[in-house]
């Protein structure tokens, strides 16, 4: 093994391309031989931190972000050195979760990646118990679901499909896999807050270019039909799970862009929708306390609740991953239109390909128009210096 590597920024175009390769192979054998690797990028037009530098596991579950993030990096002139670091720790180690803990973590502390090879590995080795899937099978766009018919409807969309090993997995998954994990993954959460909790703050540690929630809500307007789509433009945070990490009163908005390409998608097929505040409880009996509820729905505007949508914006928020969420309206219960078992079964056999083929499409819109990924700019701090480089096209590797 080479106990070293340096990505010269002066070769040509090609050249970056099968150096930025080479130190992708170089990574991932120092990870199989039993060391975290240490990434260490010079920055000559940095004037406060020429310097920056990080640990990472498993190198291979992001391979396609490494290519890229080093080839723009690679482009502006920095030179990246690869070398390897500790010995990598025992996940049953009595250290680790002193070694993980994230209480006083800060995320805009200027480093090459977000998170610790500690919790990188962890987080993988989660992600793939709760999916049953190998993370390196994850693609870049992600979307979240708590219903078993949008994973029948992604399985018609894509025949051939990847997914779970097992039948018996907590969140099962299926992967439309593309060239360089330009596909979409699909993952069905189960119900509530801190399930979507659970699963993004592993996810992140992929660094997906965008998650989606895809679910069901219930309409609060009275000009709402069962069947509408709802859009949200911002969340009433009610699933409280995430206020100790970031306070209910710093604001989340999904990505401008993705809820754009949805709204374009929408248009296009011709399908009533509406943009609003999202209302997101842990409670799912929450009509049995309406007034109280009411109250909160009338102060936030809301026009919808659901069980998971602000808890996935807000860690999107929290971990630098555009976000946006795509409901339909399933029930009204203000409205004498609870969710009752058969007009809830025809309403799933109804919308559950509509409701795919409009995430999908806007996602494939996406794709063409951002092949290197969501800008993210204003989910980030004005000092974070992570594995970001400007915008550009990438080469074939």
């Given at each position: 093994?080479?106990?070293?590597m340096?990505?010269?920024?002066?070769?040509?175009?090609d050249?970056?391309?099968?150096?930025?390769?080479?130190a992708c192979?170089?990574?991932?054998?120092?990870?199989?031989?039993?060391?975290?690797v240490?990434?260490?990028?010079?920055?000559?037009w940095?004037?406060h931190?020429?310097?920056?530098?990080?640990?990472?596991?498993?190198p291979?579950?992001?391979r396609?972000?490494?290519?890229?993030?080093?080839?723009?990096?690679?482009?502006?002139?920095?030179?990246?050195?690869?070398?390897?670091?500790?010995?990598?720790?025992d996940?049953?180690?009595?250290?680790l979760?002193?070694?993980?803990?994230?209480?006083?973590?800060?995320?805009?502390?200027?480093?090459?990646?977000m998170?610790?090879?500690?919790?990188?590995?962890?987080?993988i080795?989660?992600?793939e118990?709760y999916?049953?899937?190998?993370?390196?099978d994850?693609?870049?766009?992600?979307?979240?679901t708590n219903?078993?018919?949008?994973?029948?409807?992604?399985?018609?969309?894509?025949?051939?499909c990847?997914g779970?090993?097992?039948?018996?997995?907590?969140?099962?998954?299926l992967?439309?896999?593309?060239?360089?994990?330009?596909?979409i993954s699909?993952?069905?959460?189960?119900?509530?807050?801190?399930?979507?909790?659970?699963?993004?703050?592993?996810?992140?540690?992929l660094r997906?270019?965008?998650?989606?929630?895809?679910?069901?809500?219930?309409?609060?307007?009275?000009?709402?039909?069962?069947?509408?789509?709802?859009?949200?433009?911002?969340?009433?945070?009610?699933?409280?799970?995430l206020?100790?990490?970031?306070?209910?009163?710093v604001?989340?908005?999904?990505?401008?862009?993705?809820?754009?390409?949805?709204?374009?998608?929408?248009?296009?097929?011709?399908?009533?929708?509406?943009?609003?505040?999202?209302?997101?409880?842990?409670?799912?009996?929450?009509?049995?306390?309406?007034?109280?509820?009411q109250q909160?729905?009338?102060?936030s505007?809301?026009?919808?609740?659901d069980?998971?949508?602000?808890?996935v914006?807000?860690?999107?928020?929290?971990?630098?991953?555009?976000?946006?969420?795509?409901?339909?309206?399933?029930?009204?219960?203000?409205?004498?239109?609870?969710?009752l078992?058969?007009?809830?079964?025809?309403?799933?056999?109804?919308?559950?390909?509509?409701?795919?083929?409009?995430?999908t499409?806007?996602?494939?819109?996406?794709?063409?128009q951002?092949?290197n990924g969501l800008?993210n700019s204003?989910?980030?701090?004005?000092?974070?210096?992570?594995?970001e480089?400007p915008?550009?096209?990438?080469c074939?590797?």
């Amino acid at each position: 093994m080479k106990p070293k590597m340096q990505i010269d920024p002066s070769e040509s175009e090609d050249s970056l391309c099968k150096q930025i390769e080479s130190a992708c192979e170089l990574m991932e054998e120092i990870y199989a031989q039993g060391h975290y690797v240490r990434v260490t990028v010079i920055r000559h037009w940095s004037k406060h931190n020429p310097e920056i530098s990080g640990k990472i596991a498993r190198p291979k579950a992001f391979r396609w972000y490494l290519r890229r993030e080093l080839l723009k990096l690679a482009r502006r002139g920095a030179v990246i050195t690869i070398e390897p670091s500790r010995p990598r720790v025992d996940l049953n180690a009595a250290t680790l979760l002193k070694t993980i803990d994230e209480s006083d973590f800060d995320l805009t502390r200027k480093k090459v990646f977000m998170f610790g090879p500690e919790r990188c590995e962890l987080s993988i080795k989660r992600l793939e118990h709760y999916t049953g899937t190998m993370a390196e099978d994850f693609q870049r766009y992600v979307l979240l679901t708590n219903y078993h018919m949008h994973m029948e409807a992604f399985a018609e969309t894509f025949p051939g499909c990847s997914g779970s090993t097992a039948t018996n997995v907590q969140m099962p998954t299926l992967h439309h896999v593309a060239a360089d994990n330009r596909g979409i993954s699909i993952v069905n959460i189960g119900v509530g807050p801190s399930n979507a909790k659970n699963l993004t703050d592993h996810l992140a540690v992929l660094r997906p270019d965008a998650m989606m929630m895809v679910g069901h809500c219930a309409g609060v307007r009275n000009h709402q039909d069962v069947g509408d789509f709802v859009l949200a433009s911002g969340y009433m945070r009610a699933d409280r799970i995430l206020d100790e990490a970031l306070p209910p009163s710093v604001p989340i908005t999904p990505s401008f862009l993705l809820n754009r390409a949805l709204a374009t998608t929408l248009d296009e097929l011709e399908l009533p929708y509406r943009i609003g505040a999202v209302y997101t409880t842990l409670d799912r009996n929450w009509e049995l306390t309406v007034s109280r509820t009411q109250q909160h729905l009338r102060a936030s505007r809301s026009i919808a609740v659901d069980m998971e949508s602000a808890t996935v914006a807000a860690n999107g928020f929290r971990y630098r991953i555009p976000s946006a969420t795509l409901l339909c309206v399933s029930d009204k219960p203000l409205h004498g239109q609870p969710k009752l078992p058969n007009e809830a079964k025809q309403f799933y056999g109804d919308t559950k390909k509509q409701h795919l083929k409009v995430a999908t499409q806007a996602l494939e819109s996406i794709k063409t128009q951002y092949p290197n990924g969501l800008p993210n700019s204003d989910i980030r701090a004005p000092e974070e210096a992570l594995l970001e480089g400007p915008d550009g096209l990438g080469c074939s590797f």
